[in-house]
């Protein structure tokens, strides 16, 4: 098992790399990582709005009238309406779709400009949902929201991790799960103060999406092409000017040359995607562009995040309630996120996996036992059980905001070589907007039918993918970006399939 715990050494010239920490690296860092806000705002928005009574009298007076009338049901079947879980998953499977556009425009054209054509589709779908009149207006509203995230997700992971020096990577990457973690957050303080305006005040809940956006576009002006990007479009006098700058030091040759060399590699490649299917890109591929994205979703943590307001009312919350306990478990996001930036550069990305994913199994498990001891079929929860679940969820929240929401978007990120960078980060979106927007479609539906039964089905799928973290994934932490691919040659499963390494590689 010694290969499953591989950290790399000084191989190539990585120890040859320097840098400081300077006011334009973390500017550009800041500016980018906002992306995050935009993925964060929606999946906080969505479900706030979809609990309203405003919002349901307009666009879906069924479940409105289902939710207030005394019906003889489970109250796990309030919200079960196909068309209202759509107004939410329209959107990723948008996001699914444009992130293949977004991938060449990343590669061809820059990260940068995937950023501002993200911020600009978003806008336009914020402005069409905050003024839609029925509800083909708002899914029209959420396939632009789906297309700016599809951008945006594609190129801001991949900015971050380019622009950052191997040592801080992890936790500069992870600015982007810290702004998706605020947006969550602020979105729910507006629902909550939004909730009290009638009967419009859902409308300015979505139309508050341009707030985030508009910061990005302006933002994405002033910000500078990785040096990664510029190497790839051939510029390598502006790439090394911008390295130069990033870095805060001339000394940047050894990093410089190998960011030429990677560069070279990637211009072989005629076909990205197809390469990703190729025997030494498979670690890559089955981890990085399918496992770790569809584990992520199948936490169950973006369920809870969707709808937080409506599982709360359906386990008996009032609406304010229900509003104000989803604000708690969205600040433990945040408070996970924080913690996995200031410790994962240095206890690794493996460490908050499994610990985390321990954590998260026990809570389910913990979750299902009280559910189905002490609620359903009408029975109103007491008052200590329902602290006790907003307890037990705040926990796994924090857990899952310390590791697989953040990790799920910076491993993959690390994993692929330049020349399949923009095709790997493309097949990563896609596979994640898949099990987001089925997750999305399906979790009401599934709360209905398989009642406690469905947290008992998330804790079993936790086990499984950290079994496979535990087995399959090296360490990356402070290994250079354009190194990473050493890590297969020398890990104990993987070898066997892209070959050993060199002797320099066997540093590692």
């Known amino acids: 098992m010694a290969g499953g715990f591989v950290e790399a050494g000084n191989v190539k ?32 928005v969505s479900g706030g709005v979809t609990s309203m009574d405003d919002f349901l009298v307009e666009f879906f007076p069924a479940v409105y009238r289902r939710k207030h009338a005394h019906l003889q049901e489970t109250d796990y079947c309030k919200y079960d309406d196909q068309v209202l879980t759509l107004f939410t998953s329209s959107l990723y499977f948008a996001a699914l779709v444009s992130t293949f556009g977004a991938s060449y425009v990343t590669r061809n054209q820059g990260r940068r400009a995937s950023i501002l054509v993200g911020a600009v589709s978003f806008f336009t779908g914020a402005l069409v949902n905050a003024f839609a009149k029925n509800v083909a207006m708002l899914i029209i509203g959420r396939c632009f929201l789906g297309a700016g995230i599809g951008f945006s997700n594609q190129a801001v992971p991949l900015y971050l991790s380019e622009m950052a020096p191997a040592k801080v990577r992890g936790a500069v990457n992870q600015l982007f799960q810290l702004t998706t973690c605020l947006g969550i957050l602020v979105a729910n303080f507006v629902n909550y103060g939004t909730g009290q305006i009638h009967p419009w005040g859902w409308r300015l809940s979505l139309g508050l999406a341009t707030v985030p956006a508009a910061i990005m576009f302006v933002g994405g002006i002033f910000l500078p092409e990785t040096p990664n990007s510029l190497v790839e479009q051939g510029k390598l006098e502006e790439a090394r000017r911008v390295l130069e700058k990033v870095r805060g030091t001339t000394r940047v040759d050894a ?102 994913g321990a954590e998260m199994f026990f809570v389910m498990i913990a979750v299902t036992i009280t559910l189905a001891l002490n609620f359903g079929e009408g029975k109103p929860l007491s008052k200590g059980i329902g602290i006790f679940l907003v307890i037990a969820i705040c926990l796994f929240v924090l857990a899952y905001g310390r590791s697989w929401g953040p990790l799920g978007w910076l491993v993959p990120s690390e994993l692929f070589p330049l020349e399949m960078r923009s095709s790997g980060q493309s097949v990563v979106v896609c596979v994640n907007m898949i099990f987001t927007a089925l997750i999305a479609q399906c979790f009401l539906v599934s709360l209905c039918h398989l009642k406690y039964g469905i947290f008992l089905l998330f804790g079993g799928l936790i086990f499984i993918m950290s079994t496979f973290i535990f087995f399959l994934l090296p360490e990356t932490k402070q290994v250079p970006i354009e190194e990473v691919y050493l890590l297969w040659q020398n890990h104990w499963f993987w070898k066997r399939i892209v070959g050993e390494g060199s002797a320099s590689a066997a540093q590692a």
């Open 255 to 356: 990093e410089f040359a190998d960011l030429v060399d990677a560069s070279n590699e990637a211009r072989a490649i005629k076909h990205p995607f197809r390469n990703l299917l190729a025997k030494k890109n498979r670690p890559q591929f089955i981890i990085g562009a399918l496992a770790i994205p569809a584990f992520q979703q199948l936490t169950g943590m973006n369920s809870i995040l969707f709808y937080a307001p409506v599982l709360f009312q359906s386990l008996g919350f009032s609406n304010d309630a229900s509003l104000f306990s989803s604000v708690i478990t969205n600040a433990a996001l945040v408070v996970g996120a924080l913690i996995s930036m200031a410790f994962v550069d240095k206890f690794g990305r493996r460490a908050f996996f499994l610990e985390a």
């Open 13 to 44: 010239r990585a120890h040859l790399y320097e840098y400081k920490i300077t006011g334009y690296f973390i500017f550009a860092c800041i500016v980018a990582a906002t992306g995050g806000s935009l993925f964060g705002y929606d999946l906080g």
